[in-house]
T-cell receptor
Framework: GAVVSQHPSWVICKSGTSVKIECRSL??????MFWYRQFPKQSLMLMAT?????????EQGVEKDKFLINHASLTLSTLTVTSAHPEDSSFYIC????????????FGQGTRLTVV | GESVGLHLPTLSVQEGDNSIINCAYS??????FIWYKQESGKGPQFIID?????DKRQGQRVTVLLNKTVKHLSLQIAATQPGDSAVYFC????????FGAGTRLAVHP
């Protein structure tokens, strides 16, 4: 099946610094990628929808200036958490839709972000 | 707002029994419904999906049922195995992929 690679799998950073998370579709072209945030024992909360070559669409309550999303190519989307604070600590997951895959979304392995 | 929710937060079953995980949704405009399995520390894994114009779809050991009248979705797992222990999410798509609250399935030997 299609593979989505998310990197890094975990990161620890200091408060005030920025962290970039990459999401790559390895064997297919993804016109749309979704970014999610997941707190322990909770569901995945959609943060934004990223379309190749256009600005991301953010969900209500998600600060676009804090969570910068770039989808520069059909195989790469990045999420940058700017000026991270401890409350940003969470599990971040990306998902990519394959052009030929209908509605099946392929997920990355997730990134565990800890801000200290 | 629109949401997808679950009736049961946890489900414990004996190995070999059948499992049924339920989900309620509210967006009647959703065109696809999907079940995912998530193991600890990993991303969701696709299990099975169903179009809104269908009411049943079967896979290997899994069956998804859709009742649009009451906006209800269920996942049936036959002969549940210890490897099925995980959190299961339903999700709906209509330009976005929205997840429900999740049900933890615990399989006991």
């Amino acid at each position: 099946g299609a593979v989505v690679s998310q990197h890094p799998s975990w990161v620890i950073c200091k408060s005030g610094t920025s962290v970039k998370i990459e999401c790559r579709s390895l064997d297919f072209q993804a016109t749309t990628m979704f970014w999610y945030r997941q707190f322990p024992k909770q569901s995945l909360m959609l943060m934004a929808t990223s379309n190749e070559g256009s600005k991301a669409t953010y969900e209500q309550g998600v600060e676009k200036d804090k969570f910068l999303i770039n989808h520069a190519s059909l195989t790469l989307s990045t999420l940058t958490v700017t000026s991270a604070h401890p409350e940003d600590s969470s599990f971040y997951i990306c998902s990519a839709f394959s052009r030929a895959g209908g509605t099946e979304a392929f997920f990355g392995q997730g990134t565990r972000l800890t801000v200290v | 707002g629109e949401s997808v929710g679950l009736h049961l937060p946890t489900l414990s079953v004996q190995e070999g029994d059948n499992s049924i995980i339920n989900c309620a949704y509210s967006n009647s405009a959703s065109d696809y419904f999907i079940w995912y399995k998530q193991e600890s520390g990993k991303g969701p894994q696709f299990i099975i999906d169903i179009r809104s114009n269908m009411d049943k779809r079967q896979g290997q050991r899994v069956t998804v049922l859709l009742n649009k009248t009451v906006k209800h979705l269920s996942l049936q797992i036959a002969a549940t195995q210890p490897g099925d222990s995980a959190v299961y999410f339903c999700a709906e798509t209509n330009n976005k992929l929205i997840f429900g609250a999740g049900t933890r399935l615990a399989v006991h030997p």
